[in-house]
């Protein structure tokens, strides 16, 4: 059964960047379409960027700001946030699934805080 931990949250202030990272287990990463979700404080979670081979796509509010990247051999996935706002402050999640699969069990997540 595939795993995820997430790692690399943390306080910032208004305009200044963080890396999440995301290490699988359990399924070859590669045969994994990833992607990360946040859920803020009374919000539902929503998706915020995925990342399939060669195709990458990002929800309106975090594009030009957050890229999200990976690394197979490492069984890894990052998100590069630059110019947080205080908006984008929540839980983020990372998540994955083979091709006409399911997602797995939600992790711990880690907690992004940015203030203004």
């Known amino acids: 059964q595939v795993h995820f931990v997430e790692s690399g949250g943390g306080f910032v202030h208004a305009g200044e960047s963080l890396r999440l990272s995301c290490v699988g287990s359990?399924?070859?990463?590669?045969?994994?379409?990833m992607a990360w979700f946040r859920q803020a404080p009374d919000k539902p979670r929503e998706l915020v960027a995925a990342i399939t081979p060669g195709r990458t796509s990002y929800a309106d509010s975090v594009k030009g700001r957050f890229t999200v990247s990976r690394d197979d051999a490492k069984s890894t996935m990052y998100l590069q946030m630059n110019s947080l706002k205080p908006d984008d402050t929540a839980v983020y999640y990372c998540?994955?699934?083979?091709?006409?699969?399911?997602?797995?069990?939600w992790g711990a997540g880690t907690h992004v805080t940015v203030s203004s």
């Open positions: 359990g399924r070859p990463f590669s045969l994994l379409d």
């Open positions: 998540n994955g699934r083979e091709v006409g699969g399911t997602f797995a069990s």
